[in-house]
Structure formats: C-alpha cells, structure tokens
C-alpha cells in the first residue's frame, strides 16, 4: 500500500489519501471491483487459514481489508449519488452484487469469528483498552446476530427464515408500491382542484401526461391524483373539496388490506418467524433481539419512554383538536366542529396560516449560503474551539460548485476537512442531504511507522443555486438540514479515536447516532446563532423580530399530536415484536386498535389498515426500532439544555460546556457505550423534560 513506485493505473485501485476525482470514470469501475475483490478475497482466505486470535494478527489486518474496500467502493457509491449517469449506474449494478456477497461472506466468516471469541478468552483480553474491547464485542455480537454462532439444524433452520423473510419484505413493499400505484383519480373540472398549490397542479399535470393525457397542463388540467405521498400530502392539507379529500383518504388508508395486493398474512407470517429467529439466538423476542443491538437497554426502557411522552403529550393533542374544531367552525367549515380524519390537515394547514404563516420566499434573502456558513462556523468555533478555512483547490473535486475545508484544532493544526456539494443539480445528483464518510480516522501501520489518517467528510445538500448573479437563498429548512447534516460530520471529524472501528460514526448505536446532528438543529433557534447569520442579503437589516417569533411558533405548532402520532407507531411497533403471540387469540389489527385508545385522539376508522402499508418496520430496517427517533430526540433536546442550564448568553459557560460536549459525544465516537458517552457530558442518565419542554409540552 506504501509502495509509490508502482502506482496502480486504475486510480480506483489506490486505495489511500484523497479520491482522484479528476481521474476517475466509470469504465475504470468494473475492473476495478473486479480486481480488488480478487485480491481481497484471497486475502481473506489467507488470513482465515492461519489467524491468529491477538489485536494485530487479527483486528488490523481486517481492518486494513475493510478499509480497502470502503476507499474503492466508498468513491463509486458517492459518486453514485453527486455524479449519476447511465455509465456508472451499469457498472455500479454489474459488480453491486459481488460486493454484497464479499461483504456478507466477510461478516459471516466461521474463522474469523472464532478467532474473535479466542481473542476475548485469550491472555492478550486484558491488556487491550476498553475501546479495542468494545470493537471485538460489537464484532462478535453482530456476527451473532446474524447467526454465524448457530450449527447443525438450528443453522440452517436460521438461513431458511433468513431467505424467507428477505421475500416477504420484497413483496410487502412490492405490494404497497402496486396497491399505490393502482389507485388514481383524474380531474378534469378546475373546481375540483380549488386551493391546490401551483406545485401540485405541476405534478398532477405531469402525472396525467404520463398517462395519455398528452395535453394536460397545471393551468387547465386534466390532473391526477395519486398516493404518492408529494401528492397526497398537499393535496389533503390545500384541496377544498372534503368529498375528494375523503375518497383519497380512504384510499389511502385501506393500500395493500384485501385482493391482490393484500399484506395481511404477509404481515402474521413476518411476526412469526422473526419470533422463531430470536429464540433461535436465544431471546425471548424480537425486540429483545433487536435491542441486543442498541443503545436503549431493555424494552421495558423502551415502553417507560413512549409512556412518559403519551402521558404528557396525550391531553394537549386532545386540547390542539378541540382547538382546531372551533378554527374550523369559525372558519364556516362544512360540518362545523365535526372534523373528520381528511379534515384534520387541512384545517390546520390554515390556522397555521392564520396564526403564523411565513413563506419560505419571505426568508430566503436572510439566509444567503456564504453568510449562514460563516454563521455556522462561527458557531462550532464559539463551541468547539475549532475553525473551519476554505482549502478550494487543495482536493480534486467531482464538480467545479463542490467546495474543500479545513478543520483546525485550538493550536491551529489540521484535525480534519471536508467536502461541500451544496447545490441540487438533478441531472446527476441524488436528492436531499446527507453526510458520508470519504476517509475514517485511524492509525495504520507501515512497517515500524504508525501513521495516523486525518478523516474527511462529505457534507451534501441539495438547495438552489446561485442565480442572475445572487448567492444561492435558502430556505429556513434548509438551514435547519445543513446544521444536522453538519453535526454528523462534527461526530465524524472531531472523533479522537485512533482505532478505525470505532473512530467517528462507526461502532455507534443506531438508536444514538441523530444525537450530534439533531443537537446542531436546536441552534438555528438560538437567538445569538440566528441573529448572527441572517441578515438580508442586499440591505444588511437583520431578521425581523416578529419573523423570528413566526419561526419560534411554529416549532410548537400542534406538537402533542405530532408526538402522540409517532408514539402511536413506535408502540405498535414495540408491541407486535414483543407481547404480541402470533397464532394467539389477538389479531394484528386489534393490537393496533387496542393501542390506538390512548394514543389517538380522533380514533382510526374501521377499515384503516396502515399496518399494511407500514414499510418501516415490515420492509425496512426500523423493526423493533422506530421508536428510536423519539429516543434520539431525548438524547439530543436534553444534551442542548445543558448549554440552556449554562446559560445560553453566558459566553463562558457556553464555551465550557461546548467543549465538554466535543470531548465526549464528538471525541468517544463508539469506543464506550453510548448511554457512558452521554453520562460523561451530561453527568446523569438522559432526561425527556428538554424534549418535551422544547415541544410546548409540560407534565
Ligand atoms: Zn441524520
């Protein structure tokens, strides 16, 4: 890897410092991938024929393997979501699956995770730190997981459920897409549109053209209707009609719950054999399992959490309903207080707008990008002590917007950089924002020489490019995404862990890894950080008082039904993993029924199926697991109180408490448990009054 001289002609293959983004192009992937899993593989195989269980005959050597493979197919899959074209994605899909199987044969090696257990048996055990334990734990623990630690029938009982369940999430979410797709209705008199967004009438056009409605137009129609969610949620919020408001409600409501598409005993089936697995790992459920895995430690942790929110948050969800009826009365809505479930968004969509509307084409010329970077940075300076300088040029880019920073410590030294893609280019670019990691932080040996790589990050929004010769305007969402996409790179950059497994992001539990980012969201309320950045970009004049109290307002907006409404689906959630018997006397449909008593307060009517169109926990990752975006939210609301109990205009305060915050949550990454990370900023176990005080809501 050290070797210089024979610099590989392939620059996919150098596997180490900065992608050579000017060099590289998408027929250099295939044999790329192709050669680098060769090597890798035999690699492998030689290290599993003879390893040897002890941190440097066994940790780093595969480290060393996964860090070859990240650097190569790291640099394809981002330029996969910054660079798309129909060259890169054939040759990204040609060599996908071989990486998946090298990944999979990787984490499931026999050899390797016996080597793992021997380590942690072995003499060597005590002398390693406690971050180098925690790495070899987590190993061994996910290699569990999935099921490596299993032989003879149990094994392969375990590989059958794998294979099966692998299906049945193929076609639960092929059943919801179908059941989505299936329905539409097309509206051809302008008076079945009344109040509908010009965006909207853009989309629903376009959706019509696509069916053969070649002359449609936003304008003149005709438009479709769909349960595309970019359609069906404005449409609910704006349509005036409560009769079609109804019909696609409805619709929606009952997706993939009968014929064809039906997701009912998927759903039982799903239930039953993760129930089967878990015992086959030794828990008594699937949640247990899935919490095995996590920072929340048991699940009655889990239930005490969701229960202490819906307590407080249950009556002023009532409270906001009761509210929004007399707005709707007043407002001379049709049924007067009656509302109906497709009501509900419309009528807060305009009290909303009664009480605080303001535009984002309001805001925008406060929050000019160069100005709220300069913010921003000032702010993680005032914080963390550290500063952020352009390196424009120091780092081959993969377009000419794409800007490189440099992130320096207190003594002025380099500790970290990244890249920042701020600008949607839809041709070739994925959408929304997100962080990667391009390079970890870690120390690697060559030979006698321990080297230590500095970590880069890249940071990707997708706002509006500069036009007619302004800076690029952002909206306050906007804002809000790129100080949370900024605050998983300050976990990325600012970690102080040298071993790669669990320097920055890595090795952290899923449950606590919003905790940096939505920790940075609280900021942009902070009346020091906004007033500092937006001012208008032509005359200077700094954000109207009364636009900032709008912003304040609207944070809070119906808050205890926004919270009750995702306790609803993390407690079903929990409920059908944990107590619910599959097979037993209580349905799928009665559980979430019976949970729905305390945790709605407009009752779902009877023919609501959302468990059938519930992809996050039937057909994604959050199964045994959504409740973790309340969990985070706690972790995150309580870590920004302490800067609140520090007094947020006691500058001195705040840069103590700033840098206890970066030597703990930002600095430990995943070598300690997250719950001891948080405990050594916060000096106790995390609390929810910051949360719920933050969503207006008081026990
Ligand atoms: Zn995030």
Redesign the pocket.
């Given at each position: 890897m050290s070797n210089d001289t024979s610099k590989p002609s392939n620059p996919l293959l150098v596997c180490e410092g900065l992608p050579p983004f000017d060099q590289i192009q998408p027929e250099q992937v295939r044999p790329a991938m192709t050669q680098l899993l060769t090597e890798l593989e035999q690699e492998l195989q030689t290290l599993e024929s003879a390893v040897e269980p002890t941190w440097t005959g066994l940790v780093e050597p595969l480290e060393k393997l996964g860090d070859r493979l990240s650097w190569s197919w790291g640099i394809v899959g981002h330029l996969m979501g910054v660079k798309n074209s129909p060259e890169l994605r054939e040759a990204y899909e040609a060599v996908q699956p071989q990486v998946v199987e090298f990944i999979n044969r990787f984490s499931q090696s026999q050899p390797i995770y016996g080597a793992y257990k021997q380590l942690q048996q072995s003499q060597d055990w005590s002398q390693l730190d406690p971050a180098q334990k925690r790495i070899v734990e987590s190993a061994i623990r996910d290699a569990e997981l999935s099921g490596v630690g299993l032989e003879g029938e149990a094994k392969d009982r375990f590989n059958e459920i794998q294979l099966e369940l692998a299906n049945l999430a193929t076609q639960f979410s092929n059943h919801v897409l179908d059941a989505t797709k299936a329905f539409n209705i097309l509206l051809t008199n302008p008076a079945e549109v009344a109040g509908l967004p010009p965006s909207l009438l853009s989309l629903s056009a376009q959706a019509a053209r696509a069916v053969g409605e070649k002359a449609a137009n936003p304008e003149h129609g005709p438009w479709l209707m769909t349960l595309d969610i970019p359609c069906f949620g404005p449409f609910m919020q704006h349509s005036q009609r409560p009769d079609l408001r109804e019909k696609l409600y409805r619709a929606y409501i009952s997706r993939a719950s009968e014929g064809e598409f039906d997701n009912t005993e998927i759903i039982d089936r799903i239930l039953k054999l993760r129930k089967e697995e878990a015992k086959l790992l030794g828990f008594e459920t699937y949640a247990e399992a899935s919490l095995a895995s996590k920072m929340a430690p048991t699940v009655s942790a889990v239930e005490t959490l969701q229960e202490q929110l819906r307590q407080a948050s249950y009556d002023q969800a009532k409270a906001e309903l009761e509210t929004l009826k007399t707005f709707a009365k007043e407002q001379g809505a049709e049924d007067g207080g009656d509302l109906k479930h497709w009501d509900v968004s419309f009528w807060a969509e305009r009290q909303r707008e009664a009480k605080f509307d303001i535009t984002d084409e309001q805001l925008r010329p406060y929050f000019p990008l160069p100005q709220v970077l300069e913010g921003l940075f000032s702010l993680v300076n005032r914080l963390f002590g550290v500063t952020v300088t352009a390196a424009d040029g120091k780092a081959p880019v993969w377009h000419e917007d794409v800007r490189y920073f440099q992130v320096a410590n207190e003594q002025g030294e380099a500790i970290a950089h990244f890249y920042l893609d701020p600008y949607s280019r839809p041709a070739e670019k994925r959408g929304g924002a997100w962080?990667d990691e391009c390079l970890g932080r870690a120390k690697f040996r060559h030979g006698n020489d321990i080297q230590t790589r500095l970590p880069v990050a890249y940071l990707i929004c997708n706002q509006t490019p500069p036009v007619d010769g302004k800076p690029s305007l952002m909206t306050f969402r906007e804002v809000e995404t790129l100080f949370?996409?900024f605050?998983?790179g300050l976990q990325h950059m600012l970690t102080q862990v040298d071993y790669a497994g669990a320097a920055g992001i890595n090795n952290v539990e899923w449950d606590a890894?919003?905790l940096p980012?939505?920790f940075m969201e609280n900021w942009c309320y902070d009346r020091q950080t906004l007033m500092g950045m937006a001012k208008h970009y032509e005359t200077g004049e700094p954000l109207p008082e009364d636009y900032y109290q709008k912003l304040l307002a609207a944070r809070t907006y119906m808050s205890g039904s926004a919270m009750l409404r995702q306790l609803h689906f993390g407690m079903v959630d929990i409920e059908l993993h944990h107590n619910y018997q599959p097979g037993g006397s209580e349905q799928v449909k009665q559980v979430r029924d019976r949970i729905a008593q305390t945790t709605t307060v407009l009752p779902p009517l009877p023919e609501d199926s959302f468990l059938c169109s519930f992809g996050h926990i039937f057909a994604g990752g959050y199964s045994a697991g959504y409740y973790s975006y309340k969990w985070a939210e706690v972790l995150s609301a309580d870590a920004f109180s302490a800067f609140e109990e520090a007094g947020l205009d006691n500058d001195d305060a705040v840069r103590d408490t700033g840098r206890r915050f970066r030597d703990t949550v930002l600095a430990l990454g995943g070598s300690q448990h997250p719950m001891e990370v948080f405990k050594s900023f916060r000096g106790r176990e995390p609390s929810t009054e910051a949360l719920l005080r933050h969503s207006g809501l008081t026990i």
């Open positions: 962080m949370h996409e605050g998983h890894v919003e980012s939505q």
